[in-house]
C-alpha cells in the first residue's frame, strides 16, 4: 500500500492524550515522521509528566513508524522555535503542523479570573500562532507546507468558556489570514472542528455541568443526549491526513467539523444583509436605526439568550 505521507515529516502538539494522539499515529502510519509535542500539563494547564508524550512515541516505533517526543511548551514563543528545529533536525524538514495543544478553565464570565483567560488564551491562540510562525518560515523557503489547527464549535458562542470560545474564535481567524499570506508559497492552512471524547471534554465535572445546563433550560434534551453520547477521538485523524496529504493541496482556509460519521463544512462569514441612507450625508439616525433595523436586517430575529424575569426571593 502507497503511504500517502511517505518522507513528510510533521509536528504535532498536544499529542499524548486524546485528538493529538490519534492525530500523531495515523499520520506516523501513512509515512511522515512525526515530533509528539506534549508537556504532560493537567487538563487546566498545570503541571507536567514526560510520559505521554513517550508512550506515543514508543507506540509509533513499535509499529515501524518513525517519531520523536518533544515536552517544550507553545505557550513560549522560543521554544515553539525549538520544536520546529527538533522537527527539522530529526527528519530534515517541516511538512505538517498540526496543532492540538488545549487546556480548559471553566467559568462563567463574572467569576473567571484574568489567570483563567491568559492561561487558555495563551495556550490555544498563542501557542498556535507561535508554532505556526516559525514552521512558515521554512515553509515559506522551500514553498510548500501543510497546517492544520484545532478549532471548535465554541468559536461560534459558548457558555461556561468565554476564555475557550475566544481563543478558538481567534484560532478561526488567524488560519484564514495564514491562508491567505502563505497560498501563493504552497502552503495550505485550514481548521478541523471536531467533536470528541477525551479527557478535556468528558469529566464527571463537565457531565455535572451539562446536566445542570439542562435542567435549568440553557440547553436541549436532543443537545444533552448528543453530548453525552459523543464519539472517540479516532474518528477525527482520517480527515487530518487528508489535509496533510497532497490530495488536498487545494483546499485553503476551510473549517470543517468532524464528529464520528458526519464531516461537514462551516460557510465563510458573509455580509447577508444591508439598509442604507443616500440622504443627509450618508449619517443615520438613531430614530432611523431604531425603526430599521429591526424590521429589516433582524426581521425573524430572536435573542439566543433573552432576559429572565427577577426570581422572587424566599421569605
Known amino acids: 500500500m502507497n503511504k500517502r505521507l511517505l518522507d513528510k515529516a510533521a509536528v504535532v502538539t498536544g499529542a499524548g492524550r486524546g485528538i493529538g494522539r490519534e492525530i500523531a499515529i495515523a499520520l506516523a502510519a501513512e509515512g511522515a515522521g512525526v515530533v509528539v509535542v506534549d508537556p504532560g500539563t493537567a487538563r487546566d494547564g498545570s503541571g507536567t509528566d514526560l510520559a505521554p508524550a513517550e508512550q506515543v512515541v514508543a507506540e509509533i516505533k513499535a509499529g ?25 533536525d530529526s527528519f530534515g524538514r517541516v511538512d505538517i503542523v498540526v496543532n492540538c495543544a488545549g487546556v ?33 518560515v521554512r515553509m515559506r523557503g522551500q514553498r510548500y507546507g501543510r497546517i492544520i489547527n484545532l478549532t471548535s464549535d465554541a468559536w461560534r458562542g459558548t457558555v461556561g468558556q468565554s476564555n475557550y470560545g475566544a481563543a478558538k474564535g481567534g484560532i478561526v481567524s488567524l488560519t484564514s489570514a495564514i491562508a491567505r499570506e502563505m497560498g501563493r508559497y504552497g502552503v495550505t492552512a485550514n481548521c478541523l472542528a471536531p467533536i470528541a471524547a477525551t479527557r478535556m471534554t468528558m469529566t464527571e465535572e463537565v457531565k455535572a455541568g451539562m446536566k445542570k445546563r439542562l435542567e435549568s433550560g440553557m440547553i436541549t434534551k436532543e443537545f444533552y443526549d448528543s453530548f453525552m453520547a459523543m ?47 443616500t440622504t443627509e450625508n450618508g449619517m443615520f439616525r438613531v430614530e432611523e436605526l431604531e425603526d430599521n433595523v429591526p424590521k429589516m436586517l433582524l426581521a425573524g430575529y430572536i435573542n439566543p439568550a433573552p432576559p429572565e424575569p427577577p426570581k422572587e426571593k424566599s421569605r
Not at 520523536?68 to 528545529?85: C, H, L, Q, W
Not at 477521538?233 to 496529504?245: D, H, K, R, T
Request: glycine share 6%; hydrophobic share 40%; charged share 25%.
Open 64 to 88: 515501524g513508524g518513525r517519531a520523536v517526543a518533544n515536552y517544550n511548551s507553545v505557550t513560549d514563543f522560543k521554544a515553539a522555535e525549538e520544536i520546529i528545529r527538533n522537527c527539522e
Open 104 to 136: 480548559l478553565r471553566e467559568r462563567m464570565i463574572w467569576n473567571m479570573t484574568e489567570e483563567d483567560w491568559d492561561t487558555v488564551i495563551d495556550v490555544h491562540l498563542k501557542g498556535t500562532f507561535n508554532i505556526c510562525r516559525h514552521a512558515c
Open 231 to 277: 464519539p472517540g477521538p479516532e474518528y477525527v485523524s482520517p480527515m487530518a491526513v487528508y489535509l496533510a496529504s497532497d490530495a488536498a493541496a487545494n483546499i485553503n482556509g476551510q473549517v470543517f467539523h468532524i464528529e464520528k460519521g458526519r464531516v461537514s463544512i462551516y460557510s465563510q462569514p458573509v455580509e447577508t444583509l444591508a439598509i442604507y441612507k
